[in-house]
């Protein structure tokens, strides 16, 4: 039986643009601070699970909910479990939006909102191809189980919680990433840089506030720092021409307090070099002032060891392997008063060879123990990696050379997927080589055409691995 995966996946555009629109309007951020005992991690994302499980419903697909922080849709029988991995909560929305983030937008091709591309888009383009080849008929000699996660963007509580009573699949790929496979994904872990209480004397300037970020996966778009105190009255000329420069976008409020916003650029912080950090660049500005001995320790630190350093050179952290490549450093939360909390969180994607306690040990000797107390914050993970030569990470270039006619390849990333979750585990698209990278940042979007070649290509390749 020869199948054309392209036509047949054209078919079903426009429903699954319908249901895309469905899950994309439903924000779907973690939201601890309203859980309950149905929502533990908030109602979004329990409604955005509810609202995927309902469709698979409809379509007469058997599904199972797990404390409503991870599900399952289900297709086949067999001795071996075949995995598929999405997720359907989202990052916050964040500043620059030209829309609505939640309500999707479609224009020259592409729908637009935020986890258009991360990952409801891909998600739904994988549930489709269930639906295709289950409604041509096609054999299936295992069980195929699509595991839904609600806070993969965070702390993976509902995919810990689904394997806790759940069966773990043997193999499987997660629809999260970008074509034509990461077979490699580097360690994950955030650390927390505690400044150490100092001793307030006379200045100048005093820093009341300074913050930046929302998420520790995120660049920082925009940053904030309140001062009290008589600025140089240079200050608001050199500090313009300094933004224009730097190509960021300055807001200067001159009064007492003052108040500084800048505005960079936000992205993922697999690669925070596609980002403009708006925490480094504002202490970058400001280090040189005469501020208070705490504000401008903690400027200082920022502005020496974390902006512009993207490898992790200044913390003396760096790091490269051959397979796995470079170390990344991405310092993604800032907080700072007086009074309170003087912090930073750096968000480190680690190769093989290195790990999180030795990174932690890196940064604390380097910034100094006496200045300051590094700790991890959440939960670490290490490397994981699939051998290029496993039948898995073969079958899955081969269909994507098959359909694309480009030559597949082996890669690894920073960024962490459900992949990881089981040892015979990679992810497998949607982005195509090319597209540009917008998860995580604002105007997020996927060209419609590629979410359907992605439908086609799943189809193909899961057919291949179950039959």
Do not use: C
Not at 453 to 463: E, K, L
């Amino acid at each position: 039986m020869t199948i054309n995966w392209q036509q047949e996946a054209e078919k079903l555009e426009p429903q699954l643009l319908s249901d895309l629109t469905t899950l994309l309007k439903i924000n779907s951020e973690r939201d601890t601070d309203h859980q309950t005992k149905a929502y533990p991690l908030g109602p979004g994302p329990a409604k955005a699970l509810e609202a995927f499980l309902t469709i698979a419903e409809r379509d007469g697909f058997k599904t199972f909910n797990v404390d409503n922080v991870a599900g399952r849709i289900e297709l086949g029988s067999g001795d071996e479990i075949f995995g598929l991995f999405g997720h359907v909560d989202v990052v916050p929305a964040g500043p620059g939006w030209q829309t609505d983030p939640f309500v999707p937008v479609i224009k020259d091709g592409k729908i637009y909102g935020r986890g258009t591309s991360d990952d409801k888009g891909p998600s739904i383009a994988a549930y489709y191809a269930l639906k295709l080849i289950r409604d041509l008929g096609l054999p299936i000699n295992k069980k195929i189980h699509f595991i839904i996660g609600t806070d993969e963007e965070s702390e993976w509580v509902g995919i810990h919680r689904y394997l806790e009573t759940q069966p773990a699949p043997d193999f499987g790929f997660s629809p999260d990433a970008e074509f034509p496979i990461i077979n490699g994904e580097k360690g994950i872990a955030s650390f927390k840089i505690d400044q150490k209480p100092i001793a307030a004397a006379p200045a100048e300037l005093t820093l009341t506030n300074f913050s930046a970020g929302i998420r520790p996966n995120m660049v920082p778009q925009v940053a904030t720092a309140t001062i009290t105190g008589d600025l140089p009255e240079t200050f608001a000329t050199q500090a313009t021409a300094w933004a224009d420069e730097a190509g960021v976008k300055l807001t200067l409020t001159l009064g007492n307090p003052t108040t500084i916003e800048v505005v960079g650029k936000g992205a993922h912080a697999q690669e925070p070099k596609d980002g403009k950090n708006a925490g480094t660049y504002l202490a970058n500005l400001l280090a040189d002032l005469p501020f208070d001995p705490a504000g401008k320790a903690y400027l200082l630190m920022v502005a020496k060891y974390l902006h512009n350093d993207s490898r992790g050179k200044l913390l003396g952290i760096n790091y490269t392997d051959k397979l796995m490549g470079e170390l990344t450093a991405s310092p993604d939360i800032f907080t700072f008063t007086q009074d309170g909390e003087q912090s930073v969180l750096v968000n480190v994607r680690y190769p093989q060879g290195t790990d999180a306690d030795t990174i932690r040990d890196q940064i604390e000797t380097t910034l100094g123990a006496d200045k300051v107390t590094v700790s991890i914050s959440g939960h670490a993970q290490g490397p994981h990696y699939v051998p290029g030569d496993d039948p898995l990470v073969k079958t899955l270039l081969q269909t994507f050379t098959d359909h694309t006619g480009i030559p597949g390849h082996e890669q690894v990333i920073g960024g962490g997927t459900y992949g990881r979750i089981i040892k015979r585990g990679v992810a497998f698209g949607a982005q195509m080589p090319g597209q540009e990278n917008v998860m995580h940042q604002a105007n997020e979007y996927m060209p419609i055409k590629d979410i359907i070649t992605a439908v086609a290509i799943y189809a193909d390749a899961i057919s291949r691995l179950v039959k």
